[in-house]
């Protein structure tokens, strides 16, 4: 049994235990005066973690650096002026659906989600580029073109020919993938509920340098495991090393040591009963050991069957699986099976009822059968959008074998890569597969297609366009295979886009101040949004899920947006009398929320905040 510890705990420890759970890329190891290995605080990182501002002072320890870490940790954490805006005319089921799917940029969108979705996705997957020396299309402001690397470096002269014969051996564009994760893996973190999962695909231009980041964002003993997965049947032969990279990974980190596959189901099929043992359904199983007798002599004995007294001697290199006294009690309580000639080898009746677990362990080896390959995942966009329309798709055998291993009925699958919207339509595979109503979230950033090919060809602009008339014509597939219809299945989603702030800049100099009249300073609203623009605002500052149910009301005549059954109700009107206040005040929302500008004078504010004091206390009341 354990000890008592008999001293006062270790205060220092549990401090950094606490810090590690907040921010776990601060915790490095240093050594003590006797030699003995202890986790530490890197004091430097914990003070970036708290500052707005990049800070200076790098020291030697063991973790991953690269030339931007510190303006890529800072990155993550500085905020932007900016909302998502709903685009119904690019939605399907706008009102009723619980998916969403949002254009911009996925490091925007990961700021703009960290409140309405913190601690809530149980599974993100995300399939990031892979690195193989092209420019990155996310223009984050820590990173810096190839040609201007270039020129800066030396490689390339001004008048754009390359000084350098191998440009993309440098470390730079090692740097730069690195800079460009960091910061959205540190936002993804906080997304994950406590039990929920991040997978990531990489090939091996990166799973090395993935792998350390991952341990440094999550934590080392966050990392489940690595999932290696066969995307071609056959070798390429193009390579001039002649060797053929037939494999990918997809990197698997929990939240915390409550994250867990959901194992695979025991194949009851094996179990038989043919001698009708009263102990139901069993099946025999091997007893060989696996240690030499110079390993476990204890495991090295005849085994004797008391019917007849033929002795069975153990296998010189393996032995037997259990020992001499656990043998004995097998045997009393007629669990082996002994072979009918000399020459056979006894072994174990198991029976289904002894199974202290109805699940076993999911392999990391991804079988092709059940996964497919690259092929396969073109074939399936090709099959739905009439062509081969985007390059290097996953299957979508392989994200529902994620979602069917991670998540359950309700939970949220996050995609902030989103590509040619393959999650999507796992997920939705998935729903009609259990009945069940997953979730998802896909971020693709608004890339354009290439002018030449076939996507533009037929008519596609970007990148997200495509994504959204895959997930579109998805959903119906699936609908129409499962034999099922929409109000079962939810195919639909809710399309925003990241932009600018509804908010105008009401910050003007004396001069500008003295050309426009009273009324226009007032309003503190961008002229081209629209009501449903500003309520998506509120959402967002107010940490409200972008899928809550949304109605429209006419009250005093005014139009109203009730929210979830009085979560929250918004008025963006001008002029909200004191009627308006009142009917609001009167059905109790936990929260609402007027135009600032609506209000006549401070007088007519102030009286608004009285009513709900006096009708509706517990009412959380903003102006925007």
């Known amino acids: 049994m354990d000890k008592l510890r008999m001293t006062s705990p270790d205060l220092t420890e549990t401090n950094i235990n606490k810090l590690a759970e907040l921010f776990p890329s601060v915790v490095t190891e240093t050594t003590d005066a006797d030699g003995n290995t202890k986790r530490a605080i890197d004091f430097d990182l914990l003070r970036q973690e708290l500052s707005d501002h990049v800070v200076e002072g790098p020291q030697e320890r063991y973790r991953i650096d690269w030339p931007g870490k510190r303006a890529a940790a800072f990155a993550a954490n500085a905020p932007i002026a900016k909302t998502l805006r709903p685009v119904r005319e690019e939605s399907v089921d706008f009102d009723t659906t619980k998916n969403l799917f949002i254009e911009g940029d996925n490091l925007d969108a990961l700021k703009l989600l960290q409140e309405s979705y913190l601690g809530k996705i149980k599974l993100i997957y995300i399939d990031p580029p892979y690195n193989t020396g092209n420019d990155f299309i996310y223009n ?32 730079r564009f090692h740097s730069d993938w690195l800079s460009m994760m960091y910061p959205r893996l540190k ?71 409550a994250a867990r596959l959901n194992g695979r189901g025991i194949d009851e099929s094996k179990y038989k009963n043919p001698d009708n043992d009263p102990r139901g359904p069993w099946t025999s199983e091997n007893l060989t050991g696996l240690a030499s007798a110079d390993q476990r002599p204890n495991l090295h004995y005849d085994l004797v069957n008391p019917a007849n007294g033929l002795a069975y001697p153990p296998s010189p290199s393996r032995g037997w699986s259990k020992g001499k006294e656990t043998m004995d009690r097998l045997i009393a309580e007629g669990r082996i099976l002994w072979p009918s000639s000399p020459d056979g080898r006894p072994r174990e009746k198991k029976f289904l009822s002894d199974l202290k677990s109805a699940v076993t362990g999911f392999s990391t080896w991804l079988t092709s059968d059940e996964i497919g390959y690259n092929y396969t995942a073109t074939r399936e966009v090709r099959d739905l959008l009439g062509g081969k329309l985007f390059d290097f798709p996953k299957p979508v055998s392989l994200v529902k074998t994620l979602c069917e291993q991670v998540t359950q009925d309700g939970d949220i699958v996050l995609d902030f890569f989103a590509g040619s919207g393959s999650t999507a339509h796992a997920v939705i595979a998935a729903n009609a597969g259990d009945e069940s109503a997953r979730c998802f979230i896909l971020v693709q950033l608004g890339e354009a297609v290439e002018p030449e090919s076939e996507a533009a060809k037929v008519g596609y602009t970007s990148i997200a366009e495509l994504a959204r008339e895959r997930v579109r014509r998805a959903g119906q597939s699936v609908v129409q295979q499962a034999g099922l219809t929409g109000d079962v299945l939810d195919v639909g989603f809710r ?45 967002l500052d107010w940490g409200l899920e972008l899928t809550m149910p949304i109605s429209v009301e006419q009250i005093e005549g005014h139009e109203v947006f009730v929210v979830e059954d009085g979560a929250l109700i918004a008025c963006f009107d001008e002029h909200a009398g004191s009627e308006l206040v009142y009917s609001i005040a009167k059905r109790e929302p936990l929260r609402t929320v007027f135009r600032d500008s609506g209000f006549a004078s401070d007088d007519a504010r102030i009286n608004a905040e009285q009513v709900f004091r006096e009708v509706s206390p517990a009412t959380d009341v903003k102006a925007i």
């Open 140 to 171: 984050d402001d820590f990173a810096e073109t190839a040609d201007a690397y270039l020129v800066r470096s030396g490689q390339m002269g001004d008048s754009g020919a390359r000084l350098n014969a191998n440009p993309e051996s440098n470390g």
């Open 187 to 257: 936002l993804a973190r906080n997304l994950l509920s406590d039990d929920g999962i991040i997978a990531i695909s990489i090939d091996d231009n990166e799973v090395a340098a993935l792998r350390l980041l991952g341990d440094e964002v999550f934590g080392s003993s966050a990392f489940l495991g690595a999932l290696t997965w066969r995307r071609r049947p056959t070798p390429d032969s193009r390579n001039y090393s002649r060797v053929s990279v037939d494999h990918e990974y997809v990197l698997l980190y929990g939240r915390s040591n």
């Open 495 to 539: 399309s925003l886009k990241v932009d600018t702030t509804n908010m105008a800049d009401v910050l003007r100099s004396p001069d500008e101040t003295v050309q426009l009249a009273l009324d226009q300073l007032e309003d503190s609203v961008k002229p081209d949004r629209s009501s449903e623009d500003l309520l998506f605002q509120v959402l």
